[in-house]
């Protein structure tokens, strides 16, 4: 899947704020300094993408993503090419991928949405998951929902608005609508 822009970017917190008269819930997202470190060719690494970095002190790189691109837009991205909010207008919709947050262990009633045994009648066993499979063939099912690790996924969400973006104390800011994956401070990424 070849994009047109990308952007890495920080979630910061979750709050409210008026729009169109109304409470709307947003995510503040900031934009890390980021660049391009190297090219992937297609004679070389059989695709074309560019391989971003998120720069940190005494240019060290936090995180490294690779953006698929097209093989003609690839040379109008020099490396060392610095990439920040311009790539986005106010109003434009944009796609935003991250990790969810970990959840560790979990039963079924919490990670499904199990309605578990019944809570009277001398029942001991209220949070188990009822039935695991049958008789035959003496095995579980795949796909049968059964206790284990929750949450970090990869989550991508589509069609999200860019309400504002703004600068407050030297950092730049994005304000997009809605709740978004990750925990805080971790790093998200915007497609257009």
Do not use: C
Request: glycine share 8%; charged share 25%; proline share 5%.
């Amino acid at each position: 899947m070849f994009v047109q822009w990308w952007l890495i970017v920080k979630k910061k917190e979750m709050t409210s704020v008026p729009v169109n008269e109304k409470l709307t819930a947003v995510t503040i997202v900031e934009v890390v300094p980021q660049k391009v470190i190297r090219h992937k060719t297609q004679e070389k690494d059989w695709y074309t993408a560019l391989v971003v970095g998120v720069v940190g002190k005494n240019d060290t790189y936090l995180k490294q993503k690779e953006f698929n691109i097209s093989p003609e837009l690839l040379e109008s991205f020099p490396v060392w090419y610095v990439f920040d909010e311009t790539l986005f207008d106010d109003g434009s919709m944009i796609a935003v991928q991250g990790v969810s947050k970990g959840k560790g262990y979990a039963g079924p009633i919490k990670r499904y949405g199990m309605a578990g045994m019944p809570h009277t009648h001398g029942h001991k066993f209220r949070r188990s998951g009822w039935s695991k499979g049958n008789r035959k063939p003496r095995r579980w099912f795949k796909g049968h929902p059964h206790a284990g690790h929750m949450g970090t996924d990869t989550v991508t969400l589509k069609n999200i608005p860019v309400l504002q973006k703004m600068s407050f104390e030297n950092k730049k800011i994005i304000v997009l609508k809605g709740s978004l994956p990750g925990a805080f401070n971790s790093y998200l990424s915007l497609y257009k």
